[in-house]
Each structure stands twice: as C-alpha cells, then as structure tokens.
C-alpha cells in the first residue's frame, strides 16, 4: 500500500488527510483517512516538521495496511544534510517506510532536490526521498495518474484535508 499525506491548518483545529493506493499508476484511491486534531503549533521557519509531524503520524496510525511508501507535500531534505518534514517523519517511523517529499516552490537551501516535469507543465515539482533512491522516487512521481504538474491521487489528499 502507498499513502500521500496532507495537512491543512485552520484557527481551531489541524485536519490531516491521508490518500491509500495500491500501485503508481492507480487513478483510484483504493481508500482515505482523515483526521482532526489541535490547533497546529505556530509556524518555525527550517522547523516545520514541528508543526506537522504531529499531525501526520496521527493519521498514519489508522492505516491498517503495511505501507510500501509515503508521499509528504513538502521536502524530505531542506540542504546536504539538513532534514526536513520528510526525513523527520522517516525517524519517526523507526526508518521503516521510504518517504518521499514532493515540493512545489524551492526552499533557500534545497540541496539533493530532483526537479522533474509532469504533463504541460514548465514549473519543476522539486522531489526528494529517504529510503530509496531520489531516481527512483521521481520516476514513480512522474508515473503518477494525472496529466498535470501535480498527480491527481496528490491533489485528492490535498482536497481532503481542506474539506469542511
């Protein structure tokens, strides 16, 4: 089982939304999970992951299924050596599920960063990982179902932590 993860912050409460599917080229979810929890703590800049891991490993506990992978709407790695959301959620799940960061806009220091190019698209999705191989990571991005820059299954998550 794969998973793509989101949070959305709101003033009272964080809702996180996780998206299962069985294979990289799925155009279905095979199901969903979604969350609500606490106000998120304020925003760190570099320190990000304080504000979503909470929230993330939350969902991710009612996941029944082993997972093969997860996808976080962010950065694994912010520099060389310096992680991120992706990289931190890694830890916390004792290193056992690969994860892969899919960022949108560049971060200052984004160092092993893999820019790839999806549908019509001329704007890069910028994607890291740990736990595999960046490569390796950004060819199952890039297979994604969807003919746009995102991939759909990373467009539902993101629809599912906004819903009301």
């Keep these: 089982m794969l998973a793509c993860v ?4 709101r003033p009272d409460v964080t809702v996180a939304a996780c998206v299962l599917f069985r294979g990289w080229t799925d ?3 095979a199901a969903h999970l979604v969350e609500r929890g606490p106000v998120a703590a304020p925003y760190e800049p570099g320190q990000f992951y304080r504000r979503e891991l909470p929230h993330l490993l939350r969902v991710l506990a009612g996941v029944q299924e082993p997972l093969e992978a997860i996808i976080v709407d962010g950065y694994v790695w912010l520099g060389a ?5 992706g990289a931190h959620l890694y830890e916390a799940l004792c ?3 690969p994860v892969i960061g899919v960022a949108k806009t560049p971060y200052v220091t984004t160092g092993p960063a893999l820019p790839i190019v999806r549908g019509q698209s001329l704007r890069p999705l910028l994607i890291t990982a740990i736990g595999m191989e960046t490569a390796t990571a950004a060819e199952h991005i890039r297979r994604m179902h969807g003919a746009s820059r995102m991939p759909y299954l990373l467009t539902q998550v993101d629809r ?3 819903a009301p």
């Excluded at 989101?6 to 912050?9: A, F, L």
């Excluded at 050596?81 to 959301?85: H, R």
């Design 81 to 85: 050596d310096k992680p991120g959301l």
């Design 27 to 29: 155009a279905k979810e």
């Design 160 to 162: 599912l932590s906004r």
């Design 95 to 97: 290193r056992a599920v």
């Design 6 to 9: 989101d949070v959305d912050y």
